[in-house]
């Protein structure tokens, strides 16, 4: 196996749940990959984060970790990039500095957004729309997984360039492989 491919079957392992799950969509799915499994375990978490280093486009300014699951990742991504890191809240806060991303000012720079889980893109939307709102620069989310169906980049929408780390046929492969 190669490096993606022993990735791809140690995240299977350790996070696709089956069952029936309701997703932020509102989409009731028989599987579901519980991120905060890879996310809690730091050799994965780093595993992930490495790979995302070559997917972070070269002109990023900011790396902008979505609330829950993209912010581990961003921290450790940033670690590995020396870019800083930003944290975007799905709603501004209601008290004290009342913003929606912690971390440096965002107004006219480039930030790529780190998301942990892609299936429709909600949450990423939402997080594209308010900081453009504020006068970032987004273009690209970089996720550990898309399980969104292949072919299809569900935020096109929003004109963002989806670059996964892991793709849901990929593994879906992994998880054949090994029986």
Known sequence: MNPDQD??????AC???????????????SEYFDKYLF???????????????????HDTELLGGLDLG?????????ARTGLPALFVRKQPKEYGTCKLAEGPPVAGR????IEDVITTGGAVR??????????AIV??????????????NPLA???LEVRPVLTKAQLDAARAATG
């Open 7 to 12: 990735l791809a079957r140690d995240i299977d």
């Open 15 to 29: 996070c696709r749940l089956t069952g029936s799950f309701t997703l932020r969509s509102g989409t009731v799915a």
């Open 70 to 78: 993209g912010v581990p990742i961003a921290t450790v991504l940033s």
């Open 110 to 113: 480039r930030v790529t957004l």
């Open 126 to 135: 939402d997080a594209t729309r308010a900081l453009r709102a504020e006068g």
């Open 139 to 152: 273009e690209v989310v970089v996720c550990a997984i898309d399980r969104s169906p292949a072919g299809e």
């Open 39 to 57: 996310e809690a375990q730091p050799g994965l978490l780093a595993r992930v984060a490495d790979q995302m280093v070559g997917l972070v486009p």
């Open 157 to 159: 929408d929003v004109g």
